[in-house]
């Protein structure tokens, strides 16, 4: 299911008939809505995860060649083997080759990385049931125009189903907590 659509169905419910075109205000707020469940799930709950492979120019990768915008480094392999590396502000140095073998051999990076939700058509990114965002989507909604009691009542249902889906798959992190 698409951003999209959980985003119109979000629209349903707090009865917003203009977010059915997938465009207007109520629409660019549901949309900054679903941004902020989304990088805070990916922050607290389940970290998603994956892999590449690059050709470090000077023994550095560039940050900016990642898919993702990372959060943190998991790995990096050269060859099968683990190869040491530093994080720094806009690149990832790796270690030299440590043999003549592995010159010229790219290097494999595991990272976790914070989803980019930019325009609505990107799919749900977690392994988690659409209502998890719907009712986060929700929560911030009510939270942003001084609904706090429904807001309240929105991420309770959120958690809910976040913990259920902690307890069958063991998927999330951590426990969810309020916005």
């Known amino acids: 299911m698409t951003i999209k659509q959980i985003i119109k169905n979000c629209g349903v419910i707090?009865?917003?008939?203009?977010?059915?075109?997938?465009?207007?205000?109520?629409?660019?707020?549901?949309?900054r809505c679903a941004s902020l469940v989304?990088?805070?799930?990916?922050?607290k709950h389940v970290a998603l995860q994956t892999t590449e492979v690059h050709s470090p120019l000077g023994h550095r990768v560039n940050l900016a060649a990642l898919a993702q915008p990372?959060?943190?480094?998991v790995s990096v392999t050269r060859a099968g083997r683990n190869v040491s590396f530093g994080l720094h502000l806009d690149h990832i140095a790796v270690a030299p080759p440590s043999s003549p073998h592995?010159?010229?051999v790219p290097v494999t990076i595991t990272y976790t990385y914070m989803p980019k939700i930019k325009t609505g058509a990107?799919?749900?990114p977690f392994d988690l049931p659409p209502a998890v965002l719907e009712y986060?989507?929700?929560?911030?909604?009510?939270?942003i125009n001084g609904m706090t009691s429904e807001a309240l009542v929105w991420n309770?249902?959120?958690?809910?189903i976040m913990f259920?889906?902690?307890r069958i798959t063991g998927r999330t992190k951590t426990m969810p907590s309020a916005f």
């Open 14 to 31: 707090l009865g917003l008939d203009d977010v059915a075109n997938g465009s207007g205000m109520n629409w660019d707020v549901l949309l």
């Open 38 to 43: 989304v990088a805070n799930i990916a922050a």
């Open 70 to 73: 990372l959060v943190s480094v």
């Open 102 to 104: 592995e010159i010229g």
């Open 122 to 124: 990107e799919r749900n």
């Open 136 to 143: 986060g989507i929700l929560a911030e909604y009510a939270f």
């Open 156 to 160: 309770q249902k959120m958690s809910d």
């Open 164 to 166: 259920d889906a902690k």
